[in-house]
């Protein structure tokens, strides 16, 4: 039997596991993009609002996916972010978003004082109101206090909105937050048509100009009606309060980000139970109150905690006869106290 001599033909090359071409490492610089922001996120689908023009003018809302390049990196509404592919906004269109800029600013939360899983809100924000009711549900001091925490510790200015004025005093408030240099908004909230001519909604409204304000809260205090009555085709709905636990049913199960006819934007978020601090440093909160960190830089021992003067701290002692100054002491201490109680509201 004659050997049969061999060519290439006889030649056989194990394929790839990954395929018959191997994927290379190297990206696409995406020049090209265009800039936008995020507004809503729906289970892997995100509404992105253009910044720059592009195949369509700057407003156009598209909806995006994320690309293989941003891998695991969460996007959150505020976020910044840079979309190749279809931007014409038309329907049934689909756009990819390849880059996510710095971000400015993060209003963070912990499900509780032990949980080390830090979750973004809301990126690039300015400013958070906090919207409590002052009855019907009853106003939480420890809640307010928490989410002033996680505002100074992001670097946002606070608002503290109180709605269902009718129902309740603002004094006790008033005496306990405007010393801490927040601003206290009362309106009445109780339905869209007395909002509009009511005065402390028109303060509320020329306070949010020019702002990318975040909005948090309880379910029931009113949040979604004052997102109504600022954004009236924003349609939100409306919840009641349990006359049984004083608790509101969740409305909103979706934060979203609507921009307002005066100038500046809004973030409409879900309603909340608790708000955890793990994540806050304490000494970043003081540094947060300049004249307060730099007399306890001064004047208080290494280490001080700052939670009396017979622990050692010498706050009480710069405050001295200055009724103001001993406000914001202890409503700072409130605050420290808020944090390190590893408790949840």
């Known amino acids: 039997m004659a050997r049969r001599e061999y060519d290439e033909s006889d030649a056989r090359v194990r394929p790839s596991r990954r395929g018959s071409r191997p994927r290379s490492k190297i990206r696409p610089s995406h020049s090209d993009a265009t800039l936008a922001v995020v507004t809503a996120v729906d289970r892997g689908r995100y509404t992105v609002e253009l910044l720059e023009d592009a195949d369509a003018p700057a ?52 499900a509780d004082d032990t949980d080390a899983a830090e979750r973004v809100i809301v990126a690039n924000a300015d400013s958070l109101a906090i919207v409590t009711a002052l009855a019907d549900p009853e106003p939480n001091p420890r809640m307010i206090d928490r989410c002033l925490v996680a505002a100074f510790d992001a670097g946002m200015e606070a608002l503290l909105v109180l709605t269902k004025a009718d129902l309740g005093s603002a004094d006790a408030l008033r005496a306990v937050y405007e010393p801490l240099g927040v601003t206290v908004v009362e309106t009445d909230a109780r339905t869209a048509g007395s909002l509009l001519g009511d005065e402390g909604f028109g303060l509320l409204r020329e306070r949010l100009v020019g702002h990318d304000t975040v909005l948090v809260g309880y379910s029931g205090v009113g949040k979604s009606t004052l997102v109504n009555a600022l ?104 605050l420290l106290a808020s944090r390190a109680a590893g408790e949840q509201y």
């Open 59 to 110: 407003g156009t809302v598209l909806t995006a996916v994320k690309a293989r390049e941003l891998g695991r990196r969460g996007l959150v509404i505020g976020d910044r972010v840079s979309v190749v592919g279809d931007t014409s906004g038309a329907e049934g269109t689909l756009s990819r978003l390849v880059r996510r800029e710095e971000r400015a600013t993060e209003l963070r939360r912990t």
């Open 231 to 334: 954004v009236p085709d924003a349609g939100r709905a409306v919840g009641h309060v349990n006359d049984v636990t004083g608790r509101g049913r969740h409305t909103s199960t979706s934060a979203v980000r609507y921009a307002l006819a005066d100038g500046g934007h809004i973030v409409d978020t879900p309603g909340v139970r608790s708000f955890g601090l793990a994540h806050v440093d304490p000494d970043h909160f003081v540094a947060a109150f300049p004249d307060v960190a730099e007399a306890a830089a001064e004047l208080c021992p290494r280490g001080c905690g700052h939670e009396s003067a017979e622990a050692g701290c010498e706050l009480d002692a710069w405050a001295g006869d200055d009724p103001t100054r001993h406000a914001r002491v202890d409503s700072i201490r409130r």
